[in-house]
Each structure stands twice: as structure tokens, then as C-alpha cells.
């Protein structure tokens, strides 16, 4: 059981090529959230991943929140891991998520981390969709390095992208400020097509007159909607607007 969380594909991609070859399911915690799932047991020896990106040094608010009201009952022999995604540094996301688990009585036994393609468009421009597979194919010898790990059940941190651990201190307190809903909005190209409002793991966007509304004051800043909206009329700030999007096309 390997669940993931991923607005633009990436972490639903290692996902999937950990799962391919271990053999676990994937669970989608976008999907659990949006249908209120929250108890899972694992079978005797069965191998229970949480897969998920970096943001801000840190993990998503959205996984925190899931995390806290998760119940799964172990059988005592299970293997445990976390790999991470990102754009380029993990810091001390790993350590921020090895503290949430141990909370609900949970030890990994190993974690992980692969840099592939960044999404944060509010900032910088991303990479273009040639460069964006360029990326991925350098990521992928790296994916398949951490499924046979986790098929062989290897103990350890095999994180070495961490880069600084201690920025996350600097970098994490501004996840919230950029969590407001107040600077998104559609533009005139938005067709009401109801895809923002349907992969919104925060349920804060809701069609209202054939544009989407946001109903919520903050977000998981995740940025699934203006990643996944057909008409590219998503916008978060002025910045966006000329900006490159992403989803990665193996997810
Ligand atoms: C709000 C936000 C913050 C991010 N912060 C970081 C970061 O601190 N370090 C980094 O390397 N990448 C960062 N990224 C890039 C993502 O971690 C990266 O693109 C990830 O692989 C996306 O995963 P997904 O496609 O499964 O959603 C950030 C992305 C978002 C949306």
C-alpha cells in the first residue's frame, strides 16, 4: 500500500514505478480525502510507502491534515518508507515527516528522494516541456534505484538531495502566507469546465456562474488547477500568466 500525494504527477509517477515493482497498490490521498477514507490495515509483511513533493523544505499542509486522521493497523512485520519529490532540495522535509509519523506511533525503516521536474510557477518560470523530459529521464535510473531498494526492503536514509536541512526553519513559514486563496483566480479563457473544482484536494474551489470560485480562505497551495486547466486560464498573481505549465506525462 503506497500512498501518494500529487498535483502535477511526479510523486503519482514514483509512485507508480515503486508499486510496478514491488507490487503494492497505490492509494491516492487526494481521493481519500475527497471521499473521507481514513482507516487502512496492512497485511503481514505487506510494505506501506508514503510518497509525496517538497514544499517549501517541508511537506504539503494537505498531507499533514490526512496524516492526522489516519488510522492503519500494522501487522508488525511491515516495511515502511517515505520518498520524496521535488525540484531540487529536500532539506528538512524528510525529518518533518519522520516527526508527523512517529506521532501516530509510526517508524520508517528507510526514506527517500528524487529531484524531477519543479512546478512553482507563482516564482520562477519551469521548465519547458522538452526540458521537463529531459529531467525525468535523468530521474528515472534514480526511481527504479529506489523500487529495487524498497523491493529488497534496504534500512537507512537514502535521502542525499537534502541540500541544507536546517533552511527548512527559513523556508517553511512562508508556506502559509502563500496558502491564501485570495491571489487566484480564471481569467477570460475559462470555460467552467469544473476540472479545478473536481482535483482540488482542499475542496476550495466551487463553479459558481460557469467560473470557479475560491470558497476557502487558504489552500494547499498545491497548484493543481492552474497546472490542469485545459485552458490555461488558472492564474495565481500576474506572474503566471506567460508562464510554462507542467504535468508529467508518465503519471
Ligand atoms: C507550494 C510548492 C512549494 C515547493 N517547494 C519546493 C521546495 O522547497 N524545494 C523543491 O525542490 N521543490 C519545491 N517545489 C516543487 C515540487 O516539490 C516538485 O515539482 C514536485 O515534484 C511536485 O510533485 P507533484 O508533481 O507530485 O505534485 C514546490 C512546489 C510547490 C507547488
Same mark, same amino acid.
Given at each position: 500500500? $503506497?500512498?501518494?500525494?500529487?498535483?502535477?504527477?511526479?510523486?503519482?509517477?514514483?509512485?507508480?514505478?515503486?508499486?510496478?515493482?514491488?507490487?503494492?497498490?497505490?492509494?491516492?490521498?487526494?481521493?481519500?480525502?475527497?471521499?473521507?477514507?481514513?482507516?487502512?490495515?496492512?497485511?503481514?509483511?505487506?510494505?506501506?510507502?508514503?510518497?509525496?513533493? $517538497?514544499?517549501?523544505?517541508?511537506?504539503?499542509?494537505?498531507?499533514?491534515?490526512?496524516?492526522?486522521?489516519?488510522?492503519?493497523?500494522?501487522?508488525?512485520?511491515?516495511?515502511?518508507?517515505?520518498? /520524496?519529490?521535488?525540484?531540487?532540495?529536500?532539506?528538512?522535509?524528510?525529518?518533518? /515527516?519522520?516527526?508527523? +509519523?512517529?506521532?501516530?506511533?509510526?517508524?520508517?525503516?528507510?526514506?527517500?528522494? $528524487?529531484?524531477?521536474?519543479?512546478?512553482?510557477?507563482?516564482?520562477?518560470?519551469?521548465?519547458?516541456?522538452?526540458?521537463? +523530459?529531459?529531467?525525468?529521464?535523468?530521474?528515472?535510473?534514480?526511481?527504479?534505484?529506489?523500487?529495487? /531498494?524498497?523491493?529488497?526492503?534496504?534500512?537507512?536514509?537514502?535521502?542525499?538531495?537534502?541540500?541544507?536541512?536546517?533552511?527548512?526553519?527559513? +523556508?517553511?513559514? +512562508?508556506?502559509?502566507?502563500?496558502?491564501?486563496?485570495?491571489?487566484?483566480?480564471?481569467?477570460?479563457?475559462?470555460?467552467?469546465?469544473?476540472?479545478?473544482?473536481?482535483?482540488?484536494?482542499?475542496?476550495?474551489?466551487?463553479?459558481?456562474?460557469?467560473?470557479?470560485?475560491?470558497?476557502?480562505?487558504?489552500?494547499?497551495?498545491?497548484?493543481?488547477?492552474?497546472?490542469?486547466?485545459?485552458?490555461?486560464?488558472?492564474?495565481?498573481?500576474?506572474?503566471?500568466?506567460?508562464?510554462?505549465?507542467?504535468?508529467?506525462?508518465?503519471?
Amino acid at each position: 500500500m $503506497v500512498f501518494y500525494f500529487s498535483a502535477t504527477g511526479n510523486s503519482k509517477h514514483l509512485a507508480k514505478v515503486i508499486c510496478e515493482k514491488s507490487g503494492e497498490a497505490t492509494v491516492d490521498i487526494t481521493a481519500c480525502v475527497r471521499e473521507n477514507k481514513y482507516d487502512f490495515s496492512a497485511a503481514k509483511g505487506e510494505k506501506v510507502g508514503f510518497v509525496m513533493p $517538497v514544499y517549501f523544505y517541508g511537506i504539503p499542509s494537505a498531507v499533514i491534515d490526512f496524516l492526522k486522521e489516519i488510522n492503519i493497523s500494522f501487522d508488525g512485520e511491515n516495511y515502511i518508507f517515505s520518498a /520524496l519529490t521535488c525540484g531540487a532540495a529536500t532539506a528538512g522535509a524528510g525529518k518533518m /515527516l519522520r516527526k508527523i +509519523l512517529g506521532k501516530k506511533g509510526i517508524t520508517l525503516n528507510a526514506q527517500f528522494a $528524487v529531484a524531477m521536474v519543479d512546478n512553482y510557477i507563482p516564482m520562477y518560470e519551469i521548465s519547458n516541456q522538452t526540458e521537463a +523530459l529531459s529531467k525525468l529521464a535523468e530521474a528515472k535510473p534514480i526511481m527504479e534505484r529506489i523500487a529495487l /531498494l524498497i523491493e529488497k526492503k534496504a534500512n537507512g536514509d537514502f535521502d542525499d538531495i537534502k541540500g541544507q536541512e536546517f533552511m527548512t526553519k527559513f +523556508l517553511y513559514p +512562508l508556506y502559509r502566507p502563500f496558502s491564501s486563496t485570495k491571489r487566484f483566480y480564471a481569467n477570460d479563457s475559462c470555460i467552467g469546465c469544473g476540472i479545478c473544482e473536481k482535483g482540488c484536494v482542499c475542496g476550495a474551489i466551487e463553479i459558481k456562474d460557469g467560473k470557479p470560485e475560491w470558497i476557502k480562505k487558504s489552500c494547499a497551495n498545491c497548484l493543481r488547477c492552474i497546472h490542469s486547466c485545459p485552458q490555461r486560464a488558472i492564474q495565481f498573481g500576474k506572474a503566471t500568466e506567460k508562464r510554462n505549465r507542467y504535468y508529467n506525462p508518465y503519471a
